[in-house]
């Protein structure tokens, strides 16, 4: 089938290039003149293992072309993802919807044919009926129809997530062609197994915003139950090992540590209790609030901590961060904890040196005032205490021996919990977790 995705972001540039592996003939749209070059040269603008080489291979091949004309999209196809970003609006809670109406406004009016659009961007609810009425105003004697088909990716296993997902959720409107096509475009992986939901827009634009809502839940759940540990001098992995046998509960969400990050979690949360506020049903997300502050008072702890071990004070202080995106096998440095704490700890007088094996540079677009090294040896170099802030595996598997040569003092704070505690201990170093 002849497809269209419109915005290459980390979402849409998956998606392409994961559709075009599924068969399909694919045309991308990316407005921005560097990325869409970078894109049709068959490199990637950002960092996630695998699609590097499944993008190249269907640029290479011609199932993926890239372009910056809706009028190319209009003449291509009949059927068109929506990938843009819906960001947090500034100085609101509110997702910023313009990128979204700005492809139905821009797309609708070019088409000639029958069409039916399907989002995948992350939108509050009732946004694909808004969106249905627009395009009913838009289109010249075509039926353009909209149905939404939210993603559920993961950074770091998005193109396993794409081709292998644990559903498909569609949401259509009654007399629909949306059905028929997507199971046309998803036949091998729904035939494989995959659970195909079909429901309404609403629902399965809920779908999506419960997920997010839920992990960001257990989370700060297991990073509340933390505090809880703290003060009484209990182990919350523990905790987490021993609850999660529970099938009810299951282990995985449940590691305490800095508290989650990205560019999805924090900001979907946050639309999720704005919308819900404009319904009129506030009361039932105000929990969701108390999620959102659990999850920053950990980057306000860590800090604490970081002073606490320097004896009270940061002024003066070479703080080692060792991670810098908010999770590792990804570049992605938006909302990311690590940075937000090495940006206070430096605020407070210290020297902050950062290593990450993957998002240097966009770290140093966002916060340049920072210290970068070029390996975990460089930033730990004179340190007074090293911070583990991203569980990257180069990370995990460090040695004491491997820093001691290094550091000013054997300090180090285990920000994920994701080192051996023991080993570092018996090595004479000064472990917080």
Known sequence: MRM???GLGYLGATHAACMAELGHEVLGIEVIPDKRAQLAAGEVPFYEPGLPEL???HIDSGALKVSGSYT???DFADVFFIAVGTPQKKGEYSADLQYVESAIEELVPLLT???LILGKSTVPVGTAQKLSERVDELAKDVDVQIAWNPEFLREGFAVAD???PDRVVLGAFPGSCAEEVCRDIYGSIISSGTPFIVTDPPTAELVKTSANAFLATKISFINAIAEVCDAAGADVRAIADAIGYDARIGRRFLNAG???GGGCLPKDIRAFMARAGELGAAEALSF???VDNVNMRRRTRMVELTREVCGGSLLGKRIAILGAAFKPKSDDVRDSPALNVAGQIQLQGASVAVYDPKAMDNSRKLFPTLDYAVSAHEACDKADVVLV?????EFVSLNPSDLEPFVRQRNIIDGRNCLDASSWKSAGWRYCA
């Open 113 to 115: 044919r029958d069409a």
């Open 288 to 290: 969701l609030r108390e």
């Open 72 to 74: 190319d999209a209009a």
């Open 55 to 57: 993008l190249k291979k």
């Open 4 to 6: 269209v995705v419109l």
């Open 162 to 164: 794409t081709l292998h």
């Open 258 to 260: 800095l508290g989650f």
């Open 389 to 393: 802030l991203t569980e990257w595996e």
